[in-house]
């Protein structure tokens, strides 16, 4: 004869969607309908027989799932519970502050962009100018350099001129 295996055990061993499809059946065997309640009893027979699982065992199952869980569980559980919420808290607090810094940081970074796409705008609008005082500045430069050469030889004493007339000989 097998052991009913204590509710610890029995806990542990069932899933959660074992639990639920269990919790269906019991409530079709609860139905007032007699096909019904027939069917869902020959499926709990067929788990508990695939499972192993004794009356004992299912049984404390119920037992304990109703809520006949003791004080000091209770306790515990809301301890932890409060625990869990204080850390949740805390995480959502450090959360506020790291999205905080980083609107911050965006905001700062939008303002430098704008700053660079400004002086961008700036850059673009002098870089016609530039060529033109370049090109003025290379063709004034050039004429001063035509006119000081030609003041320095009309102001210079020739020598005699040469005939080139020669050379073409």
Same mark, same amino acid.
Not at 59 to 67: C, S
Not at 99 to 114: E, F, K, V, Y
Not at 161 to 166: F, L, Q, V, Y
């Given at each position: 004869?097998?052991?009913? =295996?204590?509710?610890?055990? #029995?806990?542990?061993?069932? $899933?959660?969607?074992?639990?639920?499809?269990?919790?269906? !059946?019991? $409530?079709?065997?609860?139905?007032?309908? =007699?096909?019904?309640?027939?069917?869902?009893?020959?499926? !709990?027979?067929?788990?508990? %027989?695939?499972?192993?699982? /004794?009356?004992? $065992?299912?049984?404390?199952?119920?037992?304990?799932?109703?809520?006949?869980?003791?004080?000091?569980?209770?306790?515990? *559980?809301?301890?932890?519970?409060?625990?869990?919420?204080?850390?949740?808290?805390? %995480?959502?607090?450090?959360?506020?502050?790291?999205?905080?810094?980083? %609107?911050?940081?965006?905001? *700062?970074?939008? #303002?430098? #962009?704008?700053?660079?796409?400004?002086?961008?705008? /700036?850059? *673009? !609008?002098?870089? =016609?100018?530039?060529? +033109? &005082?370049?090109?003025? $500045? /290379?063709?004034?430069?050039?004429?001063?350099?035509? &006119?000081?050469?030609?003041?320095?030889?009309?102001?210079?004493?020739?020598?005699?001129? +040469?005939?080139? &007339?020669?050379?073409?000989?």
């Amino acid at each position: 004869m097998a052991r009913a =295996p204590d509710s610890e055990n #029995m806990d542990a061993g069932m $899933a959660p969607r074992e639990v639920k499809i269990l919790c269906d !059946i019991l $409530a079709l065997v609860l139905d007032e309908q =007699p096909g019904h309640a027939a069917t869902a009893l020959e499926r !709990i027979r067929q788990m508990a %027989r695939r499972d192993g699982v /004794t009356g004992g $065992a299912l049984k404390n199952l119920l037992a304990t799932g109703i809520g006949t869980t003791s004080r000091t569980d209770t306790s515990d *559980r809301e301890r932890d519970l409060r625990e869990r919420i204080s850390t949740l808290q805390r %995480r959502l607090t450090q959360s506020e502050t790291e999205t905080h810094a980083a %609107r911050s940081r965006l905001s *700062r970074c939008q #303002m430098d #962009m704008g700053l660079l796409q400004m002086e961008m705008a /700036t850059t *673009r !609008i002098q870089k =016609p100018w530039r060529y +033109i &005082a370049l090109v003025f $500045a /290379t063709g004034a430069g050039l004429l001063v350099g035509i &006119a000081s050469t030609q003041l320095y030889h009309s102001l210079t004493v020739r020598s005699a001129p +040469i005939d080139r &007339a020669s050379y073409l000989r």
